[in-house]
C-alpha cells in the first residue's frame, strides 16, 4: 500500500475533494477521531502537521506527501515534485500596517525565515527576522516587528489587522511530492496514482 503524508488543517478538505472526483472515496480523511492513520481508496494516509510533511516524505516513512511550496521553499527538501495539484491557493507576501513609513533595516516577524530572508537579500534590503510560529499578523500591531512575511488566502487576516500587502514573495499550490526511492522503486504504483490524480484535475 502507498503511503501518503496529507497536512492536516485547511488544505485537507479541498484535497479530499480532488481525490474524491479521481474515484479515491476520501471520505476517511475527514472523518472525526484522533487516530492519525487513515486508509481510503487503497492507500494509507499519514496525517501530519503541514511543515512535517517532507521530514516524512524525504526520509521515506511515507512514499508521497501533499505539501504547500512555501513549505517545499522553505524546507529547501530534497524531493521529486511531480504534480502541482492546484488546491491551496494562496500567496507569501510582505505586508506592513498601512500608514508605516518605510523602515531602513525592517524587522521581519514570520514563519518562513529562509524564505524571507532570501527574498530580501535578492532586494538588496538588509533586514532582521525575528521567527513566530502563529498569529504573525500580530507582531506590526505590537511593535514586535516592522513588517511581516506570510501567507494571504481570502485577504481578510490582513484587514482585520490594518495590514497591507506591499509585495509578493511567492505564488503558493499544494504540490505532490514523492520520496526518491519510492518513484524509482514503486514507479508503476506512484506514476498510476499520480495519472488518475491528474486526470481528475486537468
Ligand atoms: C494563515 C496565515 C494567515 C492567514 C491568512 O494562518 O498565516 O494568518 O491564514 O488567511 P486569510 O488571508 O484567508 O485571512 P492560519 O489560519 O493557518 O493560523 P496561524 O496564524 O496560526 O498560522
Not at 475533494?17 to 499519514?46: M, N
Amino acid at each position: 500500500m502507498l503511503v501518503v503524508a496529507v497536512p492536516k488543517g485547511r488544505v485537507l478538505g479541498a484535497l479530499a475533494t480532488l481525490l474524491g472526483k479521481a474515484g479515491i472515496d476520501a471520505a476517511p480523511l475527514l472523518a472525526e477521531g484522533r487516530a492519525l492513520v487513515r486508509e481510503a481508496g487503497g492507500l494509507r494516509f499519514l496525517l501530519v502537521k503541514p511543515d512535517d510533511v517532507p521530514t516524512y516524505v524525504e526520509y521515506g516513512a511515507a512514499d508521497l506527501g501533499v505539501c504547500g511550496r512555501d513549505v517545499l521553499e522553505e524546507r529547501d527538501a530534497d524531493l521529486y515534485r511531480p504534480l502541482d495539484l492546484g488546491i491551496g491557493r494562496c500567496r507569501l507576501v510582505v505586508a506592513a500596517p498601512r500608514d508605516a513609513a518605510a523602515v531602513a533595516v525592517p524587522r521581519v516577524a514570520t514563519k518562513y525565515p529562509r524564505t524571507a530572508a532570501r527574498h530580501f537579500a535578492r532586494r538588496g534590503v538588509q533586514a532582521e527576522i525575528v521567527l513566530v510560529q502563529g498569529s504573525v499578523e500580530l507582531a506590526p500591531v505590537t511593535g514586535l516587528a516592522d513588517v511581516i512575511v506570510d501567507l494571504v488566502e481570502t485577504g481578510s487576516t490582513l484587514v482585520e489587522n490594518g495590514l497591507v500587502e506591499r509585495e509578493t514573495v511567492a505564488d503558493v499550490t499544494s504540490v505532490l511530492v514523492a520520496n526518491r526511492a519510492s518513484y524509482k522503486l514503486r514507479h508503476d504504483d506512484v506514476r498510476r496514482l499520480i495519472d488518475t490524480v491528474r486526470r481528475a484535475n486537468p
